[in-house]
């Protein structure tokens, strides 16, 4: 299980290390995952706390900047408008020290192949049924995925527990979206952090603003959580650790669940209850399913806007033929879930919960890729048979 371990020291301290090591001729050590509709197979993406009671600010910040010598942005941002004034708002909104900013941003580097990536053309999925949900869901609901999941779920038992009885999510949607965004740890990413932000928050022109937050917050948390922002690695657009979080997610959902005093999406007991606290956060309804599988008579229902942004009520969906395999009693509305699958498309009703886990990553596919191996996870603890209380009946998803 990879995990980083930064060591709580001040961003100060060691800015002021990597300057002497430069100097001294050493070196340090040295991407998918903008949350994006994954409606084709090759749409494969991996994903959204507590706050210091208080944050050291600069006082006379004006005052001090004078007395101290000046610092210039250097480097491949050094003529960038946008790069600058990202410093400025960090001295002004949040106090941080502008010379370390300065020597920081001095030493980013633009990573072309990520330009190369976000840009590529976009092909448009071909008409009718071409299989593209099963070839996804191979990727992600194997065997060998689930032994892993079971082991890891076993392992980390009393955390899962733990964070079910705090926040109300079943072990194997924990264990299941740790699964699809990293293998349970095997594949946090290897590319530095804030490299890739200040690529797409400098380079990439239509997610520009979204992305300058994103290094924004980053920026801040190493401040507070007292890291290196040099050394957190993950995928190319910053996602990072065993969930998978952008920057601004930490902020709101990680959690120090194994109580050490420090917020670590690289160790797993706080990857479990950041997950956790994530969907609940997002609204998840503890005792109800996520999806069922629906029959379909007719042609009615190819002719149906079918994602899980859709909001149908059950009797109108059963005038046009569309019937829940599994009694819903007491659910009105429901989402229409159209997955092209090989052999024709398969229909399933996404409940509230569905929804929640597209707050994770805005895709159908994603979202009962998660569904479906949390079943499996579910099924292969306890037993094919077995559906606790805590359930319901919404959870059983036959494939």
Known sequence: MLQLRVPRMRL???????????ALGGCASDPPAAKSEAATEDSVVAAEARVPASRPVVTNAAAAEEAAPPVVLTGEYAAYPAARALVDRLVRVHGLDRAELTRAFSRLQRQEWILDLVNRPHV??????????TRYRARF?????IDQGVRFWREHARSLERAEARYGVPPWYVVAIIGVETHYGANVGRHKVINCLATLAFDFPRRSDYFRGELETFMVMAHDEGFDPFEPVGSYAGAMGLGQFMPSSFGRFAVDFDGDGRRDLWDPEDAIGSVANYLHGQGWRAGEGVAVRADTRGGAARALKADYTTSYSLSALARLGVTSR???????????LRLDARGGYQYWLGLHNF???TR????????????QLADALRKRR???????RREGAGALSPF
């Open 12 to 22: 100060s301290a060691l800015l002021s290390c990597a300057g002497v090591l430069a």
């Open 124 to 133: 448009s999925p071909a008409p009718g049924p071409t299989g593209a949900w």
């Open 141 to 145: 609901i194997t065997p060998g995925r």
């Open 326 to 336: 599994i009694p819903l009693d007491g659910r009105r509305e429901v989402s229409l």
């Open 355 to 357: 929804y929640v886990i």
């Open 360 to 371: 994770y990553n805005h895709s159908t596919y994603y979202a009962m890729a998660v569904h």
């Open 382 to 388: 306890h037993g094919s048979n077995i559906l606790t």
